[in-house]
Each structure stands twice: as C-alpha cells, then as structure tokens.
C-alpha cells in the first residue's frame, strides 16, 4: 500500500508533470475526501507549471480555500462516520460532519437503495 493518497511528480529534463493516485486511498477515503486529496495534487502540478517546484507555501496557501483542499498532503486518515446500509450492510467512510452524516433519514444507499444509518466512530 502506497503511503500517500496522491503525489505530483515533476520530470525536469522533459518538464512532464505526472499525478499518481492511490486506488485504495480511493476506495479508503470515498470520493467526497479523496477529491479533495486530487486537488491538493492538481495545484502542485500548477506550480510545478509555473514555477518548475512545488510547496504548501504561498503559492500553496491561495488555492486552498477556493478549492477546498487541505494543505497538508493527506496521510490515510481514520474515518469520522460510517455510512451504513441496513440493507446490503456495505461501509461507505465519511471524515465531515456531511449532509448524509446529518440527516441520514433523508438518504438511501447508493447500491441497493436501502436505509441507511450513522456510526460514530
Ligand atoms: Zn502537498
Ligand atoms: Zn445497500
């Protein structure tokens, strides 16, 4: 297993800028958390673009609100909640207190359509 969810990657004799993604950060984190992770790496790709090196500096730091990422690359991190379907019992991990973690009722789950319910972990 990887140990980061994502990285860029900065070729400086071909100046190609390459992101990898862990596929089982993916499947860890659920789309709603690793998204955040692909952006994190989408703006170090950016500034290797700019200005051939990437940091969580200034150039970092501008980005982060109106994309809504994090500023530290993200280690695997322990779910908050679990999105648990009463039905099929699958496990969907939630890190934010998210719509679906307040009003589950309001909710079904994405594979079969059952009910779901919270686990506070
Ligand atoms: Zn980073
Ligand atoms: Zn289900």
Redesign the pocket.
Known sequence: MQRSAGVAIYDQQSEQITIRLSWDAYEAYGWEQFSRVVR?ELI?AWQYHEYSKAD?GSTFKQWVEPLETDRH?EQYAEPNYWVICEECGSRDPRYRRSKVVKQPEKYSCGRCGGAISIEYV
């Open positions: 994190h170090h969580h690359c």
